[in-house]
């Protein structure tokens, strides 16, 4: 179960016996370059694998010879500049700890990337049985570690490999048929399918930002090797709503800016369903008989990979049981634990440092005790930032074992309940005009805003397009763990529309403000986003073969979204909000059944979308819910 204020096995426990573990640590400062070339020498290889393809291979040598000492080994595809063994990283990777403690630090070029060798393929598909010289990041990160542990001096062959996004999505593939030496592995945000809920699509549907953003730089071609990236898009205009309503159909992108040279846009528009060049890039088939100990790493307010850490701690613990296997998920956008400013995300504050907690108290302990046998690390199997409440808690099992089953229901007059309807017959109604489409976020910007996975939806409560449920005031705090499961009964006029539905934590109109500046947000009545997710409602049956509503008919879309673990305080509300446009995050449905990625101007049309909440009908969010301690004292 998981551990609450004043039950055994709470977090005060676990935060003294990891703070012993790195006491001497606390005290000192961040390594900087100078302290880094005094300690440290460093060294460029070409690394071969099996095929004769060879990898640029940078390595930070401690110069401390009286002893070996372990490998840290990050596989990336963004570069391991500085290039050239005069030129040092300014940091040690992202933890101080670490790099003050000691180790050989390994960066490496994946193939087809900056100085490296060989073809580069996005998301490289996993081959389980392998014919001689073929490969895949598994077999690379295998040979690179036998590599570096018969040809590095004063290594003490023992390996940990870790990254964050794409280098987690490495970590993560090259955790499967490890090599001996491997021991244990930090996957930070790994992605593990980029078309159910990683970065690019979400239920099928397109992040038209995201996308468009990343591939306008990183999908150019790379005909030979360099040691910069490309120029970054140049929108020239900072308002990203407007670029992309100027854009028009997706396929304008290439007419008007790509002109056909980015691979994996091409890729991305011609595959539109869940067929087999997606599927053969799902990592999770492959997450199986996992031997090092792995340390799963994520945020509860990723913009990008939430889907992919959850999914790989679900996934290990499922098909790969006997792995020491931790969980841990903080208050973060995408890769806020490894750097400055994780006390706060947008406008909510989390009174706490969390990432150098996490870098101290959780990774430290964890590479000490697996690469140097020191240390007091415990395993646990979950390490968890219980937002709204904003402590850490450790626990179990994930969801809690003691949570309980409940729904919550859309009823009349905008009200959010744990009672069902009772109405024979009940519908709310507005029009989805694909010309003037949803904002996913109040603020002006070209790119995905990392923070509006926390951003206040006021602005979307006051549209005619939104339709809003929330419940009255709660008399004690509310915990949800888990996964969610939206069960929504809808009839649309056309053949096709998106559904998007958010879970708002509604502050009370008193709530004080942290900034007394009259100019930064009032934080009476903010409307947290706390989870929203799209569902492209022609794969609510499956995303490989989608399929048409039939105009006016009652239908049950039904899907389930990322966990979150959320104390709702007292004095606070839940809301729901479901529309069917999310502009520009989510590209737009022409709201006919159609391929979308081939779609005309002609082709968007308005439709009138219908909430069934009716007895027979009812639309809902499943959730599990959290005893109170006094319950679950009782219980005990």
């Not at 994946?110 to 100085?115: A, N």
């Amino acid at each position: 179960m998981l551990a609450r204020p004043g039950y055994p096995g709470g977090m005060s426990r676990l935060l003294l016996s990891l703070a012993f573990a790195s006491a001497a640590f606390s005290q000192t400062p961040a390594p900087n370059l100078e302290w880094i070339k005094a300690n440290y020498t460093k060294y460029e290889y070409r690394v071969p694998m099996r095929d004769g393809t060879k990898l640029f291979t940078s390595v930070y040598q401690p110069k401390d010879q009286s002893q070996t000492w372990p490998i840290m080994l990050m596989r990336t595809p963004y570069g391991v500049a500085p290039y050239g063994v005069d030129q040092y990283r300014e940091q040690m990777g992202t933890n101080p700890w670490l790099a003050r403690d000691k180790y050989i630090f390994v960066f490496q070029d994946v193939r087809g990337t900056r100085m490296s060798e060989g073809q580069f393929t996005n998301m490289t598909p996993h081959k389980a049985a392998k014919r001689a010289r073929e490969f895949d990041e598994s077999s690379d990160t295998y040979d690179t570690i036998d590599w570096l542990v018969k040809s590095l001096p004063n290594n003490n062959a023992k390996v940990c490999t870790w990254g964050t996004s794409y280098p987690g999505f490495y970590t993560a593939a090259g955790m499967i048929d490890a090599h001996p030496a491997h021991k244990c592995a930090i996957p930070q945000a790994p992605i593990m399918d980029w078309f159910t809920g990683d970065d690019f699509h979400h239920n099928g549907a397109l992040f038209l930002p995201h996308a468009f953003n990343f591939f306008s730089r990183f999908g150019r071609p790379r005909p030979e090797p360099r040691t910069t990236a490309a120029d970054a898009f140049d929108y020239k205009t900072p308002d990203g709503y407007d670029f992309f309503q100027r854009l028009g159909p997706l396929v304008n992108a290439n007419e008007k800016y790509f002109k056909n040279d980015v691979a994996f846009w091409n890729d991305l528009m011609k595959n539109d369903t869940y067929n087999e060049f997606w599927k053969s890039r799902n990592l999770r088939p492959h997450i199986k008989g996992v031997k090092p100990a792995v340390l799963t790493v994520g945020g509860w307010f990723d913009a990008e990979n939430l889907y992919g850490a959850l999914q790989l701690f679900k996934t290990i613990e499922k098909q790969s049981p006997t792995t020491e296997h931790t969980l841990v998920m903080g208050p973060w956008c995408h890769g806020c634990w490894n750097r400055a400013g994780s006390e706060q995300l947008g406008d909510i504050r989390f009174n706490d440092k969390t990432g150098p907690w996490y870098l101290e108290h959780v990774e430290f302990p964890f590479v000490r005790k697996h690469l140097k046998g020191a240390g007091d690390w415990k395993p646990t199997k979950t390490i968890l930032f219980e937002t709204g409440a904003n402590q850490w808690r450790r626990g179990d099992t994930w969801p809690p074992a003691n949570a309980i089953q409940r729904s919550l229901y859309a009823r009349a007059g905008g009200l959010l309940s744990f009672d069902a309807p009772t109405e024979p017959a009940a519908f709310d109604e507005y029009i989805s005009d694909p010309a003037k489409p949803v904002p996913y976020t109040d603020r002006t910007g070209p790119a995905m805003m990392a923070d509006y996975i926390v951003g206040d939806q006021r602005f979307a409560s006051r549209r005619t397009d939104v339709v809003t449920y929330m419940t009255p005031e709660l008399t004690e705090d509310l915990t949800l763990v888990g996964d969610l499961t939206h069960s929504l009964w809808v009839s649309t006029s056309g053949t096709d529309s998106d559904f998007i539905v958010k879970l708002i934590d509604v502050y009370p109109d008193n709530y004080p403000d942290p900034d007394p500046n009259p100019t930064k947000v009032r934080m009476g009545g903010y409307q947290q986003l706390i989870r929203g997710e799209v569902m492209r409602g022609k794969f609510r049956e499956s995303f490989e073969k989608p399929v048409p509503f039939k105009p006016g008919q009652p239908t049950l879309v039904e899907f389930t979204v990322n966990d979150i673990f959320h104390n709702f305080r007292t004095g606070h509300r839940l809301m729901i909000q479901i529309q069917s446009s999310w502009f520009p995050l989510v590209d737009r449905n022409p709201q006919q059944f159609l391929n979308i990625n081939l779609a005309k101007e002609s082709d968007f049309r308005k439709a009138t979308q219908r909430i069934h909440r009716s007895s027979g009908m009812p639309t809902g969010i499943r959730v599990r819910v959290l005893p109170p301690p006094a319950e679950a004292s009782k219980s005990r």
